[in-house]
């Protein structure tokens, strides 16, 4: 049997060439794409009024473009106080925390003595609020900026607010305290510390393309959205939030003991509570250990508001 030898000419093993390098980053583009559109949960499980509470549904400009965010405002009479609720990636007001955050909020607003008035949002391209993108928390923060805005021009002093988050939620407050001095008290359940490792790990997942477009993915995140991967670090912003009181609440799940993200914690957040809730997922905490999730939370946002 002869074999018959195939030449490729210059021209042609350039082609080659290109042709794989567009596909290459068409892929890329595709999955940046659709990495940024976080799944959208449109259905609220229950409203305040399912725990015999007052409510009204709000409709807040985030700072940055114009994309209506919505939420809940939940008044409690007699408090000067207000905690913004802010839920994670995919999730909206009712579904975080395993569906169980409309649950806590309702708890803090009846919280001790005098309770919380309590806002909640969802953030830009989840629930009911509009845009189309999410950008983990980099752009989400101007969203609780202008939450915090609202409750201002709603007759709460500068240091009468303070910010409960999860996952993207938390991130989105880190990033938002940093920058805003009005944040008296944080709260956040699992917060981003270095994203940019744990992105590249979940990247099949998050983008629906095979690992090996990684890198073409965050060239076109970069070029097409203005968002670098490397530069997602809330452990920057948590430098500067002190000396305003933080409270990180994690599941042993995902910061083990000899995690390398517990001294960075320290480091960032020297005199901060770190609370590891024995055998909770990510965001697992509130459901693993409800009644002292909701005394630990009440009582620090008493204590720290003014």
């Known amino acids: 049997m002869k074999f018959r030898s195939v030449s490729i000419t210059l021209p042609g093993a350039i082609g080659l060439v290109v042709l794989a390098a567009v ?58 106080k207000a905690i913004l609720m802010v839920p994670g990636r995919g999730e909206n007001r009712t579904t975080e925390f395993y569906s169980h955050f409309l649950d806590l ?7 001790g003595e005098h309770g919380f008035n309590i806002l909640m949002i969802e953030l830009r391209a989840h629930g009911l609020s509009g845009g189309k993108i999410s950008t983990w928390g980099i752009g989400e923060r101007h969203d609780v900026e202008a939450a915090v805005d609202w409750i201002k021009a709603a007759g709460f002093r500068p240091g009468s607010i303070g ?27 699992g917060p981003g510390v270095v994203d940019y490792p744990i992105i590249r790990r979940s990247w099949s997942r998050l983008s629906g393309t095979p690992q090996l477009f990684f890198p ?15 530069a997602l670090r809330p452990i ?10 933080v409270l990180l609440v994690y599941g042993s799940k ?25 055998g909770a997922a990510h965001t697992g905490a509130y459901t693993t250990q409800p009644d002292l999730y909701l005394q630990k939370a009440g009582a620090f946002f008493e204590q720290n508001i003014k």
């Open 23 to 80: 596909i290459y980053i068409g892929v890329g583009v595709y999955g940046a794409a659709h990495s940024m559109r976080p799944r959208r949960q449109t259905e609220l499980v229950a409203t305040p009024a399912a725990f015999k509470l007052a409510y009204k549904d709000v409709q807040i400009a985030s700072r940055d473009m114009d994309i209506q965010l919505s939420g809940w405002w939940i008044p409690r009479t007699g408090s000067s």
């Open 105 to 111: 909020a309702a708890r803090l607003n009846q919280f």
């Open 163 to 189: 910010a409960l988050g999860a996952s993207l939620g938390a991130s989105s407050c880190v990033y938002a305290t940093a920058e805003d001095p009005d944040i008296s008290a944080l709260l956040v359940d």
């Open 216 to 230: 073409a993915g965050a060239l076109m995140e970069r070029v097409l959205y203005g968002y670098d991967y490397s």
């Open 236 to 245: 920057d912003a948590m430098r500067k939030i002190p000396p305003r009181p």
């Open 254 to 278: 995902e910061l083990p003991a000899d995690s390398e993200r517990r001294p960075l914690l320290k480091a960032a957040l020297p005199d901060s509570e770190l609370w590891v809730v024995e």
